[in-house]
């Protein structure tokens, strides 16, 4: 039985979660395929040893911030810990967080959120309350759901966390009838941009996007770019959908330096000739199924196979209208410029068919607006199909 969440938790118990919640935020773009996890180690009201996770396979937030309170000199016998997730049980690439607790000498666990993991939802909790450790649970839990949404859903369902990106006038537009879209919005705009990419294990475009743009879709370094993807040299997945193998050879997606990263997804339409061409550049995968697109939803299972828990879908309208026409979309971040493009022919947002019913279109929660410069921001939540 998972351990309940404990009632009357302090002011000062939640200074100390937010705190490991701040650390936690640091790992952001470099510990995929595992969760952002921070802790905190208190002891008579002053911390003794903080940390979080880096990166994948490296040691997680308790282990430290148990090796920090060492290096400080510190006793952490009887101490608290503060984490943002539950403690792992099991080996995996490093040791399960429950010894190194147990080790250490913790008196006291303040635990955030259960691992969303079912097959070890609670493990954690049980085996440490044996070992005579206190443990209470639910401390800003939220938070720390939302802080690892991408994450939460790929350990569960195996397939990545969804978001459409896309920026646009006013009236819903991305591009002119010739396909020129730079730029609709401003600086800062395009800096938030970025700091999605740099968030994401992968990014998808459609063949239209790239021979318009010819982008290099990476995670540029700047100020828009976390601090952690710095630190880790975070290579994006690129992720192009080309069902019969057009893009140009010359494109920077299959000639830059970064050439390795990139996946065109195609169909059994593709010629030989080009699959050859390609597979010598880049990965290549064949789409089973209906020779004139690639199915989203068949991508999605084999990107999560690969663990890509998180995919950034920029580009362009058809390629974002056939994600939501199969209810794969978790979340969109929508810029608006205060510009109107009009046109029948100028290139939409979200293109495609359409819905024939006012009550099939997906609908959004959790709705919040931002300034970013002279732009919108409309970041939400797509409410799950009913």
């Known amino acids: 039985m ?11 118990d939640r200074g100390w979660m937010q705190r490991a919640l701040r650390l936690a935020r640091r790992g952001l773009g470099a510990t995929s395929p595992n969760p952002m996890v921070g802790a905190v180690l208190v002891n008579r009201g002053r911390v003794i040893g903080q940390g979080w996770h880096r990166r994948a396979g490296e040691p997680h937030a308790e282990v430290e911030a148990i090796g920090d309170a060492a290096k400080r000199g510190e006793s952490t016998v009887g101490s608290t810990l503060y984490v943002t997730l539950e403690p792992c049980s099991t080996h995996g690439r490093t040791p399960p967080c429950t010894d190194a607790i147990r080790t250490a000498g913790i008196a006291c666990v303040f635990i955030a959120a259960v691992d969303p993991n079912p097959a070890h939802a609670g493990r954690g909790l049980r085996i440490l309350k044996r070992r005579g450790v206190a443990v209470h649970s639910g401390l800003l839990r939220e938070a720390s759901e939302r802080l690892n949404e991408a994450f ?14 896309a920026a646009m006038t006013l009236d819903g537009k991305i591009a002119t009838e010739s396909g020129q879209s730079k730029w609709i919005t401003g600086p800062a705009a395009r800096d938030w941009g970025m700091r999605l990419r740099c968030a994401s294990d992968a990014i998808l475009v459609g063949m239209n996007t790239v021979q318009s743009d010819n982008p290099s879709l990476t995670c540029r370094r700047g100020n828009a770019e976390p601090r952690s993807a710095l630190a880790g040299g975070h290579r994006l997945r690129r992720v192009v959908l080309d069902s019969r193998a057009r893009i140009p050879l010359d494109s ?59 995919l950034l879908v920029e580009g362009g309208g058809e390629v974002a209208a056939s994600f939501f026409e199969k209810r794969l979309v978790h979340r969109v971040a929508f810029f608006y410029a205060p510009m109107i493009l009009g046109g029948l ?16 279109a997906p609908r959004l929660e959790n709705v919040e607006w931002r300034r970013v410069g002279a732009d919108l921001l409309l970041l939400a939540r797509v409410q799950a199909s009913r």
């Open 252 to 310: 920077r997606l299959l000639s830059d330096e970064d050439a390795e990263q990139t996946i065109v997804v195609v169909t059994g339409a593709a010629p030989a000739r080009r699959l050859a061409a390609l597979s010598k550049r880049v990965t290549v995968w064949i789409c089973p199924g209906d020779p004139t697109r690639v199915d989203p939803a068949w991508l999605m299972t084999r990107l999560g196979s690969e663990s890509v828990t998180s």
């Open 2 to 12: 998972v351990s309940q969440p404990t009632a009357g938790f302090t002011p000062e």
């Open 345 to 360: 022919r100028t290139r939409k947002a979200v293109a495609g068919n359409g819905v024939e019913r006012i009550e099939l």
């Open 152 to 165: 939460n859903h790929w350990i569960v369902n195996r397939t990545p966390h969804v978001t459409v990106k």
